[in-house]
């Protein structure tokens, strides 16, 4: 898969990058840019989700080199599958300039790591998308090197979603699997052949390395589309998230062991964790895997929130074998940066890493991964069908004749 977006992006030269591979998903690129955020309207916990009215979506981030960098941004119309869309020019889904400046950005202040904030506002005065469908922002350097890629929706709400979190129908998983019971109803919103133009992508907690992608349609009854009964829509139920919360330097909160602020630096060491899968379902609140950067030592947590070198322990008597460890979760994109790598300790008996994450509330997981770098979040976290989890429903429309991927409806169900 990095093998085909990589020669995806040399054929895409026309949108002015040299001859450097990206990625279509959320991915950071440089060491220096930490803190990547993109949510829809006031939320910060939402996904970036706009439509055709122009729902204002905010992106930021900081620059840890501190000084002041000129960021240029680009604008890509993808299908379904996270292609370019090759049959649609940028003028048919774009109005205005693709490729201006970011020009927003902010010094840190009262910072031991002085850094640099930038922010987007999307659409703005010089950029407004003319289509739904799925969207890839990329942000790159005066030297056309790519720095953040990040995938946004626009959707328009044209079909009523019906959907439910139910027992998978596996009996062998019944009791660490949720299913979607999933109804669409196109009563006001003509479809000519839903069983061949509808396909429907779920999303748990927004992540996408494991979603369930492309389903058809079953049957038609009336206006309802209805899907396969046996569980086109299945997904580990996993665990309640593990987090952190560093809102506040100068005292410790739940999870964490200790702070020890320096001149060169603030050391968080958390609590010990243990592998959870052959323990008990326990309920807390937590974000779903997403994160906040927030801080109440002092106004204006965007510019003026420390990094923190946050220290990991996950206990376990002896290393894994032909598996590494990794901390995931939204805070890194979910993806496998070395960064997040965990060592194993024989001293210590445990997996061991620290990782450089601005103030605030984090969930996160640990995962296992494969010599071909699948992941797995059950063996270590466990899986319980009471887990709280969010499913984002996306139902897309390439009608016959059409030459676009149509985002037509989305929801979201807890």
Known sequence: MRIFYFFLALLFTDIGFGQQDFYFE???????IKSVK??????PLSYPVSNLNGTVLHFEFDDLDGDNKNYYYKIIHCDMD????KDIEENDFLEGFNGEEIKNSFSSSFTLLQYTHYRLRLPNENTKWLLSGNYLLVVYDENEDVVITRRFLVAENNIKIFAKII???DVSR???AQSLDLVLNNKDFRIVDPLKEVKVTVLQNNKWFDAVKNVSPKYLIGNEIKFDAFDPFVFEALNEFRYFD?????STNMEVQSIDIKRRGVEVVLEEDAIRKYSNYFFHKDINGNYLYLNQDNPNADISSQYTNVNFTLKMHAPLLDQEVYVIGGFCDWQLYDENKLEYDGDLEAYIGKIQIKQGVIDYYYATVDKE??????????????TQNDYMILVYLRPFGGIYDRLIGIRVVE
């Open 26 to 32: 959320d991915y950071t690129y440089q060491e220096n």
């Open 38 to 43: 993109f949510y829809a309207g006031n939320n």
């Open 82 to 85: 996270w292609n370019v869309s």
């Open 167 to 169: 027992h998978a129908k």
């Open 174 to 176: 019944y009791r660490t």
């Open 246 to 250: 560093t809102r506040s330097l100068h």
């Open 373 to 386: 770098e699948n992941i797995n979040l059950s063996n270590l976290e466990g899986s319980w069908f009471q």
